[in-house]
């Protein structure tokens, strides 16, 4: 029986309630399909450890979850501690030594969701592939005369040859499965040197992709063709500011925060992928059992899917959409008054009902 290893980090605030959900339906997930088996690490990062402790993970964090296939993450970040601490202390490492350099963030309206936009679920259903480690996310830059009237702070965008062909081919190759279109975010009308250079690769890579169509879109003009023509959209390769801009678009688009997924990939699987829902640690709705779990069930999806059991992943998005469809148990962020354990149960049982 193949055994998978996952690291479990819940996190902070409602990460906990949601992740919980999570286990749970993996639980269900191999219980129905057999064949395989999970062995989990858990491991309580994030801010309580940080208060602790002062790291938001052990120094020898990154090597305890190197021995993992893939790491299931909730959310991190409280009040009183830096947002930046959070971000820095524990997701960003984890993204960049793992080389999780696809993140992959699908935009779909789920069946039964009203989203913000006069769109039904067919009209709603593309990815995002965001490069994930470097662009304007590569932590370069400096301040200068710091205190005076001539300071200047510096944020370099570093893009490289190596890093942007492989998230272009990623992408190209993702459309190829899908709608074969691609749409390149850009914004090389303002910056000369970076964009100028992400469109010359592009179109570069495009050459070995004859079959997939093409469009390169100025990234604000991009924004709202998210929200006039999502039906026209397939798949959209970005970069790592943009792409963080774009999928935070997305989401809304899906109708809640709550509802959607992330992973952070590692596609050659020299390292563990980390999933996850794309929500924060949300302080305001923590604690009362209300948190959606749909983001953190999805993203569980994903992981299966990624992990090579693509029909018990389809199996819990299948059960998903059959609850949001039907209507009975939703969240408060999506009008209803179900809390967070009655989705994840009326997921579960749906996935018994599909089975
Ligand atoms: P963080 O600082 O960790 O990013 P945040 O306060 O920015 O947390 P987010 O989770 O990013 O919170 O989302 C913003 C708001 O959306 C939350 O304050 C909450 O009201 C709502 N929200 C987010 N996730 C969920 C969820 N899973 N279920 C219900 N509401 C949610
Ligand atoms: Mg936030």
Redesign the pocket.
């Known amino acids: 029986m193949r055994k998978y290893k996952i690291a479990v980090i819940p996190g902070?605030?409602?990460g906990v309630d949601?992740i919980n959900e999570g286990l749970k339906i993996l639980e269900t997930a191999k219980e129905l399909h057999g064949g395989f088996d999970f062995e989990y690490t858990h491991l309580p990062w994030g801010c309580e450890y940080y208060k602790k402790t002062g790291r938001m993970m052990p120094e020898d964090g990154l090597r305890i979850l190197k021995d993992h296939e893939a790491i299931y993450l909730g959310?991190?970040?409280f009040p009183g501690v830096p947002?930046h601490v959070s971000l820095w202390g524990l997701l960003l490492p984890i993204r960049k030594e793992f080389d999780e350099y696809i993140n992959l963030r699908p935009i779909k309206l789920l069946k039964g969701i009203q989203g913000p936009l006069r769109k039904g679920p067919e009209d709603i259903d593309f990815v995002v592939v965001r490069e994930n480690v470097e662009g304007e996310y590569s932590g370069v830059g400096g301040l200068a005369y710091q205190g005076t009237a001539s300071e200047i702070a510096l944020q370099t965008n570093v893009f490289t040859r190596f890093g942007t062909e492989r998230v272009m081919r990623y992408a190209f190759e993702l459309a190829r499965k899908r709608k074969k279109k691609l749409i390149s975010a850009t914004k090389s009308n303002a910056l000369n040197y970076s964009m100028v250079f992400w469109d010359r690769v592009f179109n570069e890579v495009a050459k070995d992709y004859q079959d997939v169509q093409t469009q390169v879109m100025h990234v604000d003009a991009l924004s709202g063709y998210f929200i006039l023509h999502p039906e026209r959209i397939d798949v959209v390769v970005a970069s790592n500011l943009f792409g963080d801009i774009l999928t935070d678009l997305g989401s809304a688009m899906q109708g809640?925060?709550?509802i959607a997924p992330g992973a952070n990939i590692n596609p050659e699987r020299k390292y563990p992928s980390m999933f996850e829902?794309v929500?924060?640690?949300?302080?305001?709705?923590a604690g009362k059992g209300?948190?959606?779990?749909i983001?953190a069930i999805w993203a569980a999806s994903m992981m299966l899917d990624f992990l090579g059991v693509p029909e018990a992943a389809k199996l819990i998005f299948d059960a998903m959409e059959a609850v949001t469809e039907e209507g009975k148990y939703l969240?408060?962020?999506l009008g209803g008054n179900s809390t967070t354990q009655e989705v994840g149960e009326a997921i579960r049982n749906k996935m018994r009902e599909l089975v």
């Open positions: 902070d605030g409602i949601v959310a991190v970040g947002d809640s925060i709550g829902p929500h924060g640690s949300a302080p305001d709705v209300i948190a959606n779990p983001g969240t408060v962020d």
